[in-house]
């Protein structure tokens, strides 16, 4: 078995925050999370996975890579996430397991609505989101027609968006600390 620590920080633990860190960049940056980055790095966290435990712990590494990638498909699916963030939290499963995933995404999805709601506060919209949120519950889910339009909801303007792999980060962050 395999240990090597630096202050109770294993080598998996800096190959996950060096992934975070250069994901960050590349989300910041380019909006895009590279599979050219995240693929090699599930190899090697399955790799790493087999050397500090066999197959069993191999297995927990799969089980956090399907857990990930479960957790922001619907939001995926909905178009409010990029493929390429639901590939980084899939990976950070690969490397932590089910457990820590989870964890990571939950802070991660707080931080980021933290940094939604100061960026609709910033430009000024934070009110007519709440309107549109309301207007879409009433009129989709309660099925009772409302007379106000707000154009489509689904369509994003360029700028608006945030690039997710900073909360997903600082969700590793927190969990961390929490851990």
């Given at each position: 078995m395999i240990n090597l620590t630096i202050a109770n920080i294993t080598y998996v633990d800096l190959l996950l925050i060096i992934l975070m860190l250069v994901c960050c960049y590349t989300d910041f940056r380019s909006q895009k999370i590279y599979n050219a980055v995240l693929l090699p790095a599930v190899l090697v966290a399955f790799i790493a996975s087999?050397?500090?435990?066999?197959?069993?712990?191999?297995?927990?590494?799969?089980?956090?890579?399907?857990?990930?990638?479960?957790?922001?498909?619907?939001?995926?699916?909905?178009?409010?996430?990029?493929?390429?963030?639901?590939?980084?939290?899939?990976?950070?499963?690969?490397?932590?397991?089910?457990?820590?995933?989870?964890?990571?995404?939950?802070?991660?999805?707080?931080?980021?609505?933290?940094?939604?709601?100061?960026?609709?506060?910033?430009?000024?919209?934070?009110?007519?989101?709440?309107?549109?949120?309301?207007?879409?519950?009433?009129n989709k889910v309660l099925h009772i027609p409302v007379p106000v339009s707000f154009g489509n909801l689904d369509v994003a303007v360029r700028g608006e968006s945030i690039p997710y792999a900073l909360p997903i980060g600082l969700g590793v962050v927190w969990t961390y600390l929490l851990l």
């Open positions: 087999f050397l500090n435990g066999g197959w069993p712990a191999c297995l927990v590494s799969v089980k956090g890579l399907l857990a990930g990638m479960a957790l922001l498909l619907i939001p995926f699916a909905a178009g409010g996430i990029g493929a390429g963030d639901v590939k980084l939290l899939g990976t950070i499963g690969a490397f932590k397991g089910p457990e820590f995933v989870l964890m990571a995404f939950l802070t991660g999805a707080i931080v980021g609505s933290v940094f939604s709601v100061y960026l609709l506060i910033k430009r000024g919209r934070l009110l007519l989101t709440f309107k549109k949120i309301y207007y879409f519950f009433i």
